[in-house]
């Protein structure tokens, strides 16, 4: 079964307005930490937002914010009126448990296009 | 700073030749990783070192060796490479490893062509 999952390949949105991108995660750890990375066509993984498992709020950062549903494993990213700058390739990952710290397991990605 | 060097930025290589790559942060982390990413899809890890000690080796073929002299350097080098290694190589570092918080940090990446 795929650990993380995100269901969008492509999605498109006006300048200006909102958009939210999914994210669905599997496992049975109680300690995770998911995260939003941005990489532009240039190339470059931008960290972007960062939620804990056990963090009872949700994460936001600027315009981004995460909409994290525990009970729904999902983690969806919410970008808050969008700039054509945000044109980019999407990726959920998450980090499980304390032995397997150091691998993050990436979704496929959704490509967003902001239209002007 | 949360800045992360690669270079070359891009790399074209025969089948029979030997090139590295390079890869520098000074953001005092203690975790290094190599990543392969194909076009449209997530990187894939290839290599972790902790403490400049290799960690993880996700079954690289040989063909591809890392090293890191220092903890703010990291080097993979290439030997004998095919054409399906083509592909963006990214390095990434982070505080440290074990913890789900650690966030990683990525470099702009190495395009390279296997000719």
């Known amino acids: 079964a795929q650990k993380i999952t995100q269901t969008q390949p492509g999605m498109f949105v006006q300048e200006k307005e909102a958009v939210t991108l999914d994210c669905t995660y599997d496992t049975s750890d109680q300690s995770y930490g998911l995260f939003w990375y941005k990489q532009p066509s240039s190339g470059e993984m931008i960290f972007l937002i960062y939620q804990g498992s056990y963090d009872e709020q949700n994460a936001t950062e600027g315009r981004y914010s995460l909409n994290f549903q525990k009970a729904r494993k999902s983690a969806n990213l919410v970008i808050s009126a969008s700039q054509l700058g945000d044109s980019a390739m999407y990726f959920c990952a998450m980090r499980e448990g304390v032995t397997s710290g150091s691998i993050l397991t990436f979704g496929e990605g959704t490509q967003l296009t902001v239209n002007p | 700073d949360t800045e992360v060097t690669q270079t070359p930025k891009h790399l074209v290589m025969g089948m029979t030749n030997k090139k590295s790559l390079k890869c520098e942060q000074h953001?005092?982390?203690?975790?290094m990783y190599w990543y392969k990413q194909k076009a449209k899809k997530p990187p894939e890890l290839m290599f972790v070192y902790s403490y400049e000690k290799l960690s993880i080796n996700e079954s690289v073929p040989s063909r591809f060796s890392p090293e890191c002299p220092n903890s703010s350097l990291l080097n993979l080098h290439l030997h004998a490479l095919q054409p399906e290694d083509s592909a963006l190589y990214l390095c990434a570092s982070s505080r440290g490893l074990g913890r789900v918080a650690y966030e990683q940090y990525f470099g702009p990446g190495t395009r390279l062509t296997v000719t």
């Open positions: 953001m005092g982390h203690r975790a």
